[in-house]
Every structure is written in structure tokens, then in C-alpha cells.
């Protein structure tokens, strides 16, 4: 008997379907130039020997080659330590589209972005009719497996060209290989070199090789030696559940009861609420799940967004934190400051996301160019379409000014600094099926927005710290240097005595002068004392005036203690930015030569060198 | 006046009254940094603000020059510090070896001489160009009076004028046209050391090119028409302008200015007649006002149908930014640039050749000298 006529064109249908589709999401999956179609696919490699090696506690050493492969086309390798891949896995793996579990999961995870290395293994074949070529070891004391795959692209089945065990002389790891129409660019944001720079910033436990065409090997070697925490999976939250993936739980729950497939399957619902939500959609507690229509699904989505669940748990998410952010910046841009944040977790739409952000400040990075934009979902760089990201304009919202920097135009920032902002979520809202940007979901900004605000804060106050010791270098430059060759050149061509410049350098420093002046009196010597605050701030002292001459109608009447044969005069004295303190005395019954030989005065309470004019000692000086 | 000797040299009552000026002058700016430092003072000093922005029309002296905005330079910052102390080096130059030994230097020997002020050596020359400047602001005296040399000769001058030149081997009396060969009477750095004695010219003509100025003498149009010729060299040196102005001040001889007709060279006459923005401070010493511009003009290009060359993008861009120019902003410069910038041509003063070698002396010339009510 025939087949049916609705079978054969079913088939037919299938038989296009693979490749058509695509043809027709070319752009969507990353392969719609030939710069890009190399960057997808090392990203997709890359992506996998990650969540591998991380998934398997290894420290991941992933070498990316790349060569000439005649024509248009190139040659990829992508190679990793990784744990392996079992032999029946292998073909699937590479050679189906759209195989793989983590497309059910809800946690924090890379493989959110890009549709898996099995489109880099369609591309290539399509456009150079290669097989792919893979090699993967799972232990040691086993021989490694090498196979050659085509994907049927009638069937979306591996089809296997060779397989044969081999020797391969790594302990394991998995190795692909595979030609395909494409171009290696360098110089530009949306190259290998730059995403492997960026992802070396954020997997500070990996050590990636990169290869070049022309043989040269650059080496993004890792900064620490520790495997950061896998993230948990969870059950996904009824405020952020779509329509689709509700129906397909309901139809695959083992559950067979309505309210305990709610208390099950979603996190955040309680026997209270799962019974509450059954009540306000109509529906029985006790109805089967896999009986439940389409219109029923689409009762229980309202009811979702209408009850009262609290928020989703946030320790499922996995912060490449702080120190590494930091670690990651030092080790690849050399610079004078790094600040970074960590943002506690929030949630958006039943989603748990947080922000992490660091910034990284001169050195060798240009003074004149826009800031540079790292941009991170899911520690995956974001390459293409900065100008429609949520990150930008976040970045853009900002008023620089306040943290120092330039912002010609009001959008992104001029100077010498690298931002860098990582989005981990269980679902980072993309703008478009692309992945490329994050969509303008109010609370990512505001997050985003908090978190460069508090880096920009620490560059702020480093900045000043900066011009503020600068200011200092410069001034005592002008007052050790400048300022005494002038007085003394001055003095040269006038042929006068040099000029006493203390009075000059306490105003260039902003320093409190003490001076004293002498002057004949009757029977002896007036003494004044004028006491001066050049600075910006308040000066708290003792001022003490010790010598062996009894003083006479001091004012203000200092307090007196007697050393010995010498007397200590002191003055407690608050001085404001600017004020000036005379004190007064007579010396009585005392000589110009003894009244011009007075010892040097002590100033209690102050830093050495905010004082001129007299000795400074640190002291304790109470209010 | 009676010549004294001095300093092994000779120097005349005049120059010794200058020197002197210079030299208080000097003094007074050290003076005022000393008693800073005995009144407890930051050094500093006030100059007005050398920018393109601060320069004005002075309508008295119809000349441009620097308008009311001041900036103080002050030792509180170290920009302003190594300028107090260059400055204090630069004055002990000018007066310890300058003034008081009867030397002098030039703009570049004053570069390289800073080399042995240790932190007080100028980085570059354009730097110790400006110092120079700035004391030319503050003492109100130019650099002559310093004994500052320029580095290019001066231009030269050529027609019947007697005068009195003051060097250093003693009075000179030349005539600029029975005295000295074809090349000229070469006017000195110091134009203050020339004194006028005698004269019969109507006018003076000062001439953008060594080629025109070497016509115009060939073709004997100074003895014709009783002109003195003064040769540019292109834009004008300082004394060149001081020369101009003072003919024209003390002797009331009216000036035309003949240059290429294209708008650098009009920028040739407009630096005569007003005055640099660079030396905006010494306008009133060197810009003559009452200077004419003969030619060439666009109309002369059509007038005369002259060989032209085409204008370059950049000849474009220098008219029009001349339309803008306070100092074209006339009737008669915004019709000729206009006229200038339809046709798109440019000719040079040598372009009246090619009618003949004495067209522009027999022709042109006394056309528009009639036409200026000169002749």
C-alpha cells in the first residue's frame, strides 16, 4: 500500500525544514557575515567547554586555533581539559540541532545565548560540504573516540562519516574541528581576540590560547585557581511562567492532582497559596493536570500575576564577584585604579537577576576616547548592538560629570576607562531573538545604574586623592625650587639682601606662619607674635614660647610653666581658614642682642609641615 | 648733540636717554617682585590677556590693540612660577649684559643662552619669543630698547631720503639713493637710531617683492614720480612697519602698499596699516593707518585683464574668512574679496609683464596714483 500523500509532503517538508530554517534565521544565529560566523561558533565552543568543565570541577584550559583553509574558507579548532564526552553522546551532541537538556532548566547558565555548537557544524558543512571533525577523551586509562559528522538535514540526525578509537595524548578533553566560510578580523570590538580578552576578564579561573592565522599565540593565562560556585537550578516562579512552557508542564507533570503540581512544580507556592490560585481561576484542586485545556492554562496565568507570591529565591544566582572582577581587570588592562561592585540580587518579572560592575581607571588606556564597554549576560561578552542595550543606556542615563569624567554630548563618557557591567539572571531579557542586548527592563537599569554609580563614587574619590597629592607635589616644587631662586635672582640684580620667603611659602601651602618681631620699649623689648591660617581648615594648637625671661603684660595671659631655668609660655589657640592671633608681651630689662637671639618657638597639634615659622609637634591638643 | 664715548663704544646722547629708560623700566619689574616678598606677598604680576578675543579697535589711533582683560601670573602655581623666575633671568640678561655693556642679541641667542639658567631655561624658543613680548607689555617699551635684534636683515629702502643713521662706530649721513648701490639703504634693527634730515618725495611705496621693488627702481620710477621705495620682503619685520610709520608720522608722506593680489598679500597690508594680533601691544608703535592699498586689486585682474592662476581651496577659505575680519570690514574690501571670490582668480604683481616691461611703471601705477588723489 502507498503512503499516504500528507505523509510524503510531511516528509518533504522535513527535508527542507533544517536547512531553511537556517537559511532563514541566519542572523538570529549568529552566522550572518563572515567575521561573525567564526566569532558564533568559537563562542558556541568556548560556551560548552566552560559549563563542562565547570559543571565537571576543572580548571579550564581551552585553546582556540584558527588557520587558512584555501579560498574563503578557515580552519577552527577549539580544544579543552574538559571531562569529556561519553561516545554515544557524541554524535548528538554535534551533529542534532536544538539536543541538549539545559534548554529546560531554570538557572543562571551561558547556554541561554546561541542555539549550540550543533549550528557551527550545520554552517560548516553547508558552506564547505566538510564534516566536522571531533575528538574527546573521558579518562586517562581509556582511548580517546574520533569521529567525522554530518548533520541529515532531512532528518535533523547525526550522520556519522567515520568513527575509529585513537590515541590522543591528553588525559581527556574534547577537541572539534571544522572548516567553514568566515574571516578572522582583529582591531574591532566584535572580534575572537576581543571576546576571548572579555571572557578572560570575567572566567578568571581559565586559561585561554588563542591562535592566529598567521601563527602568532596570545595567552590569556588565568588569575586564580579556584572553580567558582556552580549555579543552582530552581523551580521556575508563576510570576515569570509563559503561556507555552506552562502547557508543556502541565502535560508532562507526573503529579496528578492540580494543587500539588502547583506546590511542586513552581517555587514561592504553599499549600495555602496552590489552593488559593485553584480558587480564583474556577478549578477544581483536585482536577488531573494533563486534563487541563488551553483556556484553563490561560486562567491560571492571570491568577499568577494577581495573587500574592513573594519574590523568588536569589541564591540560585552566581556573581562572579568582586575580587575577581578585579582580578579579571588587572590581569588584562594595565591600569592606575579598579573599582568594582557586586549588587545584592532582585527580581525582575519572577526572574532573580543581580548586577555586577567594575571599572578600571588610566594607565595605558587612551585619555581621549569614549569609555570602553564591556557588556555580560550570564558571563557571556556582549558584542553586538551596544547602542540598543539596556547596559549603554543605563551608562548613558548617568550624569559623568559628578563622578569626574567627560560626557561630550551627554551620552557615553570620554576618558581613560574601561566600564565593565555583568547581568546574571535565570532569564536575561534579551531585546531580540539576537541575544545580543539586553532589553530596557526598568529594574536591570535601575540596578545597573546603582551599580556604576558606586564604582563611579571610588573612581571619584581616587581621582581626587589624585589631583590632591599632585596639587601638593606641585606646591612644594614651587616653595623648595622655584620660589628661593627667585627671591634669590631678584636679589641678585637689585644687590639687596634675599628676601625671608617663609611668609610666602606658608601662604603657597596653605600652612599656618608663626612670626615674631621685636621692637624697643622702654626699659626692654616688645614682643609680638602674629599667628596666621593660610589653610582651608582649623587649626586647634598650643602655641609655646620658652625661654629664660620672665614676660611682662602678656596678652592674652599665657599659661606658665616653669623648666628649669627656662619658662614655658603657652597660648591655647583655635584659628579658623584665615584668621589671624597677635599675641603681645614685654620683656623688660633685657638687651637687642638677647631680644633679637630668642629661642624658636614650638607649635603643639600640628603635622610637621603645615606649620612655618616655628617647630611643629603632633601632641594632644583637646578642643 | 655731542657724542660721548661709552663703554668703549660710541653712543650718542639719545641712545644713553633709551638705555636708561630701558633700564628702569627693567629694574621696576624686579623691584616690584622684591618688595612681594618683603610685604609677605605671593610674587605675581598682571598682564592683559594675549588672546584673539582681547583684541580691540582703538578708534583714537586706529589701530588694533589689547583690550581691557587681564590675567595674573602668579607663583602660586608652578606654570607661574618658572615664568616669575624666567622672567627674573631674562631681565638680569637684559640689563647686566644688554644695557650696561652695550650689547645685544637675538631672539635665538636669547634661547641659547637660557640653556645655562638650569631650571630656568626655556624649553623652546617660542617660549623665550613670548617672554620677550611680555616685557614689551609690561615695560611699554619694544624690544628694540632691550637691544633685541630680530633674526632676518632688515628690508630696504630706496629713494631720495637724506637721514642720520646712529651705529655703533659713530653718526652716519646717508642718502638712500645717491649714497648707496642698487640693493639699497638697509634699514636697521633699531629704527630709533634713524633721524630724518631731508627728503622730496610724495609719496612712499612699500613693495611685497624683491622682483617689483628691483622693476620699479630699473625703471627709475622713484626718481620719476619722487617716491621712496620700501620693500616688504613679504610680511613685513618689525622695523620695516616702524620705518613706514614714522615716514609717514614725521614727514606726512602718504603710503600705498603694493602687494600680489591675493589674500595673504592682503593680509601683508592690513598688518601695515593695523597691526598683528601677535603684537597687538606694539600696534600703536608700528601699524601706519593711513597707509593705502594700491594693488593688486580683483578689479585689476578684469580691469587690465592680468594672467591669472586659479584660487586653491585654501585661498577660498582665506577670503572668506577675511569677510569676517574686523579689519577688511570696508565697503571697498567686502566689494573687491567678493569680486575676488566670482571670478575664482588670483594674479601676482608680475603679472603686469606680460603687457610689457614698463606698463606697470608708465601705466598702472600712475593710473591709480592719480586715481588715490596721490599724483
Known amino acids: ?623 | 648733540m655731542v657724542p660721548k664715548p661709552y663703554g668703549g663704544m660710541w653712543m650718542s646722547n639719545q641712545t644713553q636717554q633709551r638705555d636708561k629708560m630701558a633700564k628702569e623700566a627693567l629694574l621696576g619689574i624686579i623691584e616690584r617682585f622684591y618688595d612681594q616678598f618683603e610685604h609677605q606677598k605671593v610674587p605675581n604680576i598682571v598682564m592683559p590677556t594675549r588672546t584673539k578675543s582681547n583684541i580691540e579697535y582703538n578708534n583714537d589711533s586706529e589701530v588694533w590693540v589689547y583690550g581691557d582683560s587681564t590675567s595674573t601670573r602668579s607663583a602660586k602655581t608652578v606654570k607661574g612660577a618658572n615664568q616669575i623666575l624666567k622672567m627674573s633671568y631674562v631681565v638680569e640678561l637684559l640689563i647686566k649684559e644688554h644695557l650696561e655693556n652695550n650689547r645685544g642679541s637675538t631672539l635665538r641667542e636669547l634661547y641659547y643662552i637660557s640653556e645655562n639658567w638650569d631650571i630656568a631655561k626655556f624649553n623652546e624658543q617660542p617660549e623665550s619669543d613670548r617672554m620677550i613680548e611680555d616685557l614689551e607689555i609690561i615695560s611699554a617699551l619694544q624690544r628694540e630698547y632691550f637691544h633685541m635684534r630680530p633674526e632676518e636683515d632688515g628690508a630696504t629702502l630706496f629713494g631720495s631720503l637724506k637721514l642720520k643713521e646712529t651705529t655703533k662706530r659713530g653718526e652716519r649721513i646717508i642718502h638712500c639713493r645717491d649714497d648707496v648701490g642698487e640693493g639699497g639703504y638697509q634699514i636697521p634693527f633699531n629704527v630709533e637710531n634713524v633721524e630724518f634730515l631731508d627728503h622730496d618725495a610724495k609719496f612712499i611705496i612699500a613693495i611685497e617683492t624683491g622682483g617689483m621693488h628691483a622693476r620699479l627702481i630699473e625703471n627709475g620710477f622713484d626718481e620719476e614720480f619722487n617716491a621712496i621705495q620700501v620693500h616688504l620682503k613679504g610680511q613685513p619685520a618689525r622695523s620695516t612697519r616702524r620705518m613706514l610709520k614714522r615716514l609717514n608720522e614725521e614727514l606726512n608722506i602718504p603710503v600705498v602698499v603694493f602687494t600680489d593680489g591675493d589674500p595673504w598679500s592682503y593680509r601683508i597690508f592690513a598688518s601695515v596699516a593695523y597691526g598683528a594680533i601677535k603684537s597687538a601691544h606694539m600696534s600703536e608703535f608700528m601699524a601706519t593707518p593711513a597707509a593705502k592699498f594700491i594693488g593688486v586689486q580683483p578689479s585689476d585682474i578684469v580691469d587690465y585683464d592680468l594672467s591669472t592662476d586659479k584660487l586653491t581651496e585654501q585661498d577660498i577659505k582665506a577670503l572668506r574668512s577675511e569677510l569676517t575680519d574686523p579689519r577688511f570690514d570696508s565697503d571697498y574690501w567686502k566689494t573687491q574679496i567678493q569680486l575676488q571670490l566670482d571670478i575664482g582668480k588670483k594674479a601676482e604683481q608680475q603679472a603686469f609683464a606680460g603687457k610689457g616691461l614698463d606698463f606697470v611703471t608708465q601705466r598702472y601705477l600712475p593710473e591709480r596714483l592719480t586715481e588715490m588723489g596721490i599724483i
Not at chain 1, 570590538?189 to 580578552?197: A, C, G, P, T
Open chain 1, 1 to 623: 500500500m502507498a503512503h499516504p500523500i500528507a505523509e510524503e509532503l510531511a516528509k518533504k517538508q522535513r527535508a527542507i525544514s533544517i536547512a531553511e530554517f537556517f537559511e532563514k534565521n541566519r542572523q538570529i544565529l549568529g552566522f550572518d557575515s563572515a567575521p561573525r560566523s567564526l566569532l558564533t561558533a568559537v563562542k558556541e565552543g568556548v560556551d560548552n567547554s566552560l559549563d563542562a568543565c565547570e559543571e565537571a570541577g576543572i580548571l579550564p584550559d581551552i585553546m582556540v586555533s584558527i588557520e587558512n583553509a584555501g579560498g574563503e574558507n578557515l580552519g577552527l579548532i577549539i580544544e579543552d581539559n574538559g571531562p569529556g564526552i561519553v561516545k554515544e553522546q557524541i554524535p548528538k551532541t554535534f551533529a542534532k540541532l536544538l539536543y541538549g537538556s539545559r534548554f529546560h532548566a531554570i538557572k543562571q547558565s551561558r547556554g541561554q545565548q546561541g542555539i549550540g555548537i550543533s549550528a557551527a557544524v550545520l554552517y560548516s558543512q553547508l558552506t564547505t560540504g566538510r564534516p566536522t571533525r571531533i575528538i574527546s577523551k573521558i579518562d586517562r586509562d581509556k582511548p580517546a573516540n574520533y569521529y567525522e559528522l554530518i548533520i541529515n538535514t532531512s532528518t535533523n540526525d547525526p550522520e556519522i562519516l567515520d568513527e575509529k578509537e585513537v590515541d590522543w595524548d591528553r588525559t581527556r578533553g574534547t577537541r572539534v574541528e571544522l572548516e567553514m566560510k568566515a574571516s578572522y578580523v582583529k582591531g574591532r570590538r566584535q572580534s575572537v581576540l576581543e571576546y576571548l580578552k572579555s571572557t578572560a576578564i570575567v572566567n578568571t579561573h581559565a586559561r585561554f590560547t588563542l591562535v592566529e592565522p598567521d601563527g602568532n599565540t596570545i595567552v590569556f593565562e588565568r588569575a586564580v585557581d579556584t572553580i567558582p560556585e556552580p549555579a543552582q537550578e530552581i523551580l521556575p516562579h508563576p510570576e515569570g511562567i509563559e503561556l507555552g512552557t506552562l502547557i508543556k508542564m502541565l502535560r508532562y507533570t507526573d503529579r496528578q492532582k492540580l494543587a500539588p503540581f502547583l506546590r511542586y512544580s513552581f517555587s514561592r507556592i504553599g499549600l495555602h497559596t496552590a489552593e488559593e490560585i485553584c480558587k480564583a481561576a474556577h478549578l477544581d484542586t483536585e482536577s488531573d493536570p494533563h486534563n487541563l485545556q488551553l483556556e484553563d492554562a490561560k486562567k491560571l496565568i492571570d491568577v499568577f500575576k494577581k495573587v500574592k507570591v513573594s519574590a523568588p529565591p536569589t541564591d540560585c544566582l552566581s556573581p562572579i564577584t568582586e575580587s575577581l572582577i578585579y582580578k579579571g581587570l588587572e590581569k588584562e588592562y594595565s591600569v592606575d585604579f579598579i573599582a568594582t561592585i557586586s549588587r545584592a540580587a532582585s527580581v525582575h518579572s519572577g526572574h532573580p537577576f543581580l548586577v555586577e560592575a567594575g571599572v578600571a581607571y588610566g594607565g595605558s588606556l587612551g585619555k581621549e576616547d569614549r569609555v570602553n564597554i564591556l557588556r555580560f549576560a550570564n558571563r557571556v561578552p556582549l558584542l553586538y548592538q551596544q547602542g540598543g542595550c539596556a547596559i549603554t543606556h543605563a551608562i548613558e542615563n548617568i550624569r559623568w560629570k559628578n563622578y569626574s569624567l567627560n560626557q561630550p554630548g551627554g551620552s557615553i563618557p570620554a576618558g581613560p576607562a574601561v566600564f565593565m557591567v555583568h547581568v546574571a539572571s535565570t532569564h536575561i531579557p534579551f531585546t531580540s531573538e539576537s541575544k545580543d542586548a539586553v532589553a530596557d527592563v526598568p529594574e536591570i537599569m535601575a540596578e545597573v545604574e546603582l551599580a556604576l554609580k558606586d564604582v563611579g563614587r571610588k573612581l571619584k574619590t581616587f581621582l581626587s586623592k589624585q589631583q590632591h597629592l599632585s596639587k601638593r607635589r606641585e606646591k612644594e616644587e614651587i616653595i623648595k625650587k622655584i620660589l628661593p631662586r627667585i627671591a634669590e635672582k631678584v636679589s641678585q640684580v637689585l644687590d639687596k639682601p634675599t628676601p625671608d620667603i617663609t611668609p610666602i611659602v606658608a601662604k603657597v601651602m596653605g600652612n599656618l606662619l608663626v612670626q615674631r618681631s621685636v621692637s624697643k620699649n622702654g626699659d626692654g623689648y616688645q614682643v609680638e607674635i602674629d599667628i596666621r591660617n593660610y589653610g582651608d581648615a582649623t587649626f586647634a594648637i598650643k602655641l609655646h614660647d620658652t625661654h629664660q625671661y620672665s614676660v611682662r603684660d602678656a596678652q592674652p595671659e599665657p599659661k606658665i610653666i616653669s623648666m628649669g631655668r627656662d619658662t614655658d609660655h603657652t597660648w591655647k589657640l583655635n584659628l579658623k581658614a584665615g584668621d589671624k592671633e597677635t599675641i603681645k608681651y614685654h620683656l623688660p630689662f633685657v638687651s637687642e642682642e638677647e631680644a633679637n637671639a630668642l629661642p624658636g618657638m614650638i607649635v603643639e597639634g600640628v603635622d610637621e609641615g603645615l606649620v612655618n615659622g616655628a617647630k611643629a609637634v603632633r601632641g594632644y591638643v583637646d578642643e
